[in-house]
Nanobody, 125 residues
């Protein structure tokens, strides 16, 4: 079992930047693939980015490639999402997720076993 707590959300103007953090409890953080998803009002939860257990491999939603960077610090039990060149369409609640290794695609909700409570990101035009 792991508990995830996101922070770093807020209101920013278009073109601005934010860095989200997700702190995990427990001593097994390095066993989990970590990911960020987002959910806008009236829409389904959407994959944003994922990072492998060691941090060697990363995966991104096409629309955030080149703007967002996912990273992790296993010594600090924390995963980050650096967001730059933010657009109004990035507005959503952002969720951190952790999952055991499985054959399920990184890009799907079902891949992940634990979720944070979410942090709001609002980008004004």
């Amino acid at each position: 079992q792991v508990q995830l707590v996101e922070s770093g959300g807020g209101l920013v103007q278009a073109g601005g930047s934010l860095r989200l953090s997700c702190a995990a409890s427990g001593r097994t953080f390095s066993r989990y693939t970590m990911a960020w998803f987002r959910q806008a009002p009236g829409k389904e939860r959407e994959f944003v980015a994922a990072i492998s257990r060691s941090g060697a491999n990363t995966y991104y939603l096409d629309s955030v490639k080149g703007r967002f960077t996912i990273s992790r610090d296993n010594a600090k039990n924390t995963v980050y999402l650096q967001m730059t060149s933010l657009k109004p369409e990035d507005t959503a609640v952002y969720y951190c997720a952790a999952g055991y290794d499985s054959g399920i695609s990184y890009y799907t909700v079902a891949r992940y076993d634990f979720w944070g409570q979410g942090t709001q990101v609002t980008v004004s035009s």
